[in-house]
């Protein structure tokens, strides 16, 4: 029983030195790719599928962690009216129009 316990224990410990080799690697510009091919040639099958499940994990937290872009809402709201008076919906008859296709009625006067 001990000795399952030891086991148990070392696979922890080469989980750990393997996923701070994995991160070092990453931080010096090596590929996933590059990264399987010399854990494949150095360690058991179970350690390399450990491996993979690592770098999928790492790459979907990059993808999480991107900066989101935010929006200034008067700038927004200009560029969109600008954009508006440049198709020409300033127009009365026009604008009188839209809002009837809005509500429901009929197409452009």
Same mark, same amino acid.
């Given at each position: 029983m001990l000795d399952l316990y030891n086991i148990g224990k070392n696979i922890e410990v080469q989980k750990q030195q393997l996923l701070?080799? +994995?991160?070092? %690697?990453?931080? #010096?510009?090596?590929?996933?790719?590059?990264?399987?091919?010399? +854990?494949?040639? %150095?360690?058991? #099958?179970?350690?390399?599928?450990?491996?993979?499940?690592?770098l999928k994990q790492i790459d979907f937290r990059a993808k999480l962690s991107r900066p989101v872009i935010e929006f200034n809402g008067s700038i927004l709201f200009w560029r969109i009216a600008l954009r508006l008076e440049v198709w020409g919906y300033t127009n009365k008859t026009r604008l009188r129009g839209f809002q009837r296709v809005r509500a429901g009625g009929r197409k452009f006067v």
């Amino acid at each position: 029983m001990l000795d399952l316990y030891n086991i148990g224990k070392n696979i922890e410990v080469q989980k750990q030195q393997l996923l701070t080799a +994995i991160v070092q %690697a990453k931080q #010096d510009g090596l590929g996933n790719e590059e990264i399987i091919d010399n +854990i494949r040639e %150095a360690l058991p #099958d179970v350690m390399v599928s450990y491996a993979e499940t690592v770098l999928k994990q790492i790459d979907f937290r990059a993808k999480l962690s991107r900066p989101v872009i935010e929006f200034n809402g008067s700038i927004l709201f200009w560029r969109i009216a600008l954009r508006l008076e440049v198709w020409g919906y300033t127009n009365k008859t026009r604008l009188r129009g839209f809002q009837r296709v809005r509500a429901g009625g009929r197409k452009f006067v």
